[in-house]
């Protein structure tokens, strides 16, 4: 905020120049009417993952098969409580997989 104040006699309150304010900070709003400039557009973020493709980060994972550039793809898009619900599930999955195959064996 650019704004200056003028020289005036001791016995007046100062003078503020509305003229020199804002002149270097001028807000422009290129968003589309009708929308809010601060929130995020749907270019600028990508799309997020749904449940099958969060399902197929999970397993990768666990297999170890994910490049650098998959990896941080997932991240940028994958929800880290989605993630973390789908490894639960698949952790019970492989747990009650392991009972069952114990006692099919034992018995």
């Excluded at 002149?23 to 990508?46: C, I, L």
């Excluded at 973390?84 to 698949?90: K, L």
Aim: proline share 6%; net charge neutral; charged share 15%.
């Amino acid at each position: 905020m650019n704004c200056s104040i003028m020289n005036t006699p001791h016995n007046s309150k100062p003078s503020v120049d509305l003229m020199s304010y804002n002149q270097d900070e001028k807000v422009t709003n290129d968003s589309p009417q009708g929308t809010d400039p601060q929130q995020p557009t749907q270019a600028k973020r990508p799309e997020t993952y749904g449940f099958w493709k969060t399902v197929v980060i999970v397993l990768c994972g666990h297999l170890g098969v994910r490049t650098t550039e998959q990896r941080k793809t997932d991240f940028a898009r994958a929800n880290g409580v989605h993630v973390f619900a789908v490894a639960v599930m698949y952790f019970l999955l492989v747990i009650i997989a392991l009972i069952v195959l114990v006692n099919t064996i034992a018995y």
